[in-house]
C-alpha cells in the first residue's frame, strides 16, 4: 500500500460548483499534514496545513480523520483560477511523503 | 525577496557525465531536501538535511549524493548519472522539519540524460 494515496482524476468541476476530494495514508504515526497546490509543472505551494480540528480559509477547507487515516479537502464555489493539482503531504519523523496528486479542472 | 533558487533550470546530458545542481535559500532555514517528480509517480524525496553538515536518505536516494557545507547550499550531485534519472527536480527549504512548517520549494530543474 503505498504511504499517501489521492485519486488523481480529473475532477472536472463546473465553475460555481463544490469539489471534495480525500487522500488516505498508511503510517498511523504521521504528524502532520498539507494540502499543496501545483499548477502545470510548477514548484508546488502550500495550500494549507491541516489540523486535527479542521481549519477554513475562504472558500477551502481541510479535515483530518485520523480515525481512518484521511484528510480532505473541499473548495467551495470554484473559480476558473482553482484550476491545478492538489497535493497531499504527510511528515512522518521528519521526512515528507507525497500523493500523486488530485487534478482539478474548472470548467466555465 | 524571500526564495528558493535552482541552477541550472534546464540541463540536457548524457550517461556517465558527472554533473551537479545547485540550490540556495536566503531565509535561514535549517531544514532543506530535494525531490524528484515523475509522471504517475508524483515527488519523491531524495535527500533531506537538518542543519549544516546533517544530511539523511529519503525514499530515493541512490545515484544521488548530497552536501550541507553551509546553511544556505544543499547541491545535489549526480556522480554517474543514466536515463532513469530524466526527471524534474526541486529543491525545497522550511524553518524546521516538523509540525506545520511550510515547505518552499524552488522552481525545478528539468533533466534529461541521453
Known amino acids: 500500500r503505498k504511504e499517501v494515496e489521492q485519486d488523481p482524476g480529473p475532477f472536472n468541476v463546473p465553475e460555481g460548483a463544490t469539489v471534495a476530494f480525500n487522500c488516505t495514508y498508511s503510517n498511523s504515526a504521521s504528524q502532520s499534514f498539507f494540502w499543496y497546490r501545483q499548477d502545470c509543472r510548477k514548484e508546488p505551494k502550500l495550500l494549507m496545513s491541516?489540523?486535527?480540528s479542521g481549519n477554513e480559509d475562504g472558500r477551502f477547507t481541510a479535515q483530518l480523520n485520523r480515525a481512518s487515516q484521511y484528510i480532505s479537502l473541499l473548495i467551495r464555489d470554484s473559480k476558473l483560477s482553482d484550476s491545478a493539482t492538489y497535493l497531499c503531504v504527510v511528515n512522518r519523523n521528519n521526512r515528507l511523503a507525497f500523493g500523486k496528486g488530485n487534478q482539478v479542472v474548472v470548467i466555465p | 525577496e524571500a526564495q528558493v533558487t535552482q541552477n541550472p533550470r534546464y540541463l540536457i546530458t548524457v550517461t556517465g557525465k558527472k554533473l551537479t545542481v545547485t540550490c540556495s535559500q536566503n531565509m535561514n532555514h535549517e531544514y532543506m531536501s530535494w525531490y524528484r517528480q515523475d509522471p504517475g509517480l508524483g515527488l519523491r524525496q531524495i535527500y533531506y538535511?537538518?542543519?549544516?553538515?546533517?544530511?539523511d536518505k529519503g525514499d530515493v536516494p541512490e545515484g544521488y549524493k548530497v552536501s550541507r557545507k553551509e546553511k544556505r547550499n544543499f547541491p545535489l550531485i549526480l556522480e554517474s548519472p543514466s536515463p532513469n534519472q530524466t526527471s524534474l527536480y526541486f529543491c525545497a527549504s522550511s524553518q524546521s522539519a516538523g509540525d506545520s512548517y511550510e515547505q518552499y520549494f524552488g522552481p525545478g530543474t528539468r533533466l534529461t540524460v541521453t
Open positions: 491541516v489540523y486535527s
Open positions: 538535511s537538518m542543519n549544516v553538515e546533517v544530511t
